[in-house]
């Protein structure tokens, strides 16, 4: 199973960026997948997840407003658009999915799958 994430680059602040995750080697359209982010010397944090019919999203606080998560089952991808972008947006930002059925994920732990990340860097 592969998740290969796409779309990082260098925007100014208050601009944007979509993200991409393209799942191969299994399918994911009863899973959840989702999006955490890493800065440096940080922790991974969560950011958003979306459940596998598309209908259930949850974003952590700091995003909430600001970034849009969806997916495409036929594709099996899983996006995520940020506007509004800040400088603290900066990271490198990680594509998951997990193997339980029906079940939202906001910890890494819970986390079963990781794409390899792709670097978002905001300039202000």
């Known amino acids: 199973v592969q998740l290969q994430a796409s779309g990082g680059g260098l925007v100014q602040a208050g601009g944007s960026l979509r993200l991409s995750c393209a799942a191969s080697?299994?399918?994911?359209?009863?899973?959840?997948m989702g999006w955490f982010r890493q800065a440096p010397g940080k922790e991974r944090d969560f950011v958003a997840v979306?459940?596998?019919?598309?209908?259930?999203?949850y974003y952590a606080d700091s995003v909430k407003g600001r970034f849009t998560i969806s997916r495409d089952n036929g594709k099996n991808t899983v996006y995520l658009l940020m506007n509004s972008l800040k400088s603290e947006d900066t990271a490198v930002y990680y594509c998951?999915?997990?193997?339980?059925?029906?079940?939202?994920?906001?910890?890494?732990?819970?986390?079963?799958?990781w794409g390899q990340g792709t670097l978002v860097t905001v300039s202000s």
């Open positions: 080697g299994r399918t994911f359209s009863k899973n959840a």
């Open positions: 979306i459940g596998g019919s598309g209908e259930s999203t």
């Open positions: 998951a999915a997990s193997s339980s059925v029906g079940v939202l994920f906001t910890t890494a732990r819970s986390v079963d799958y």
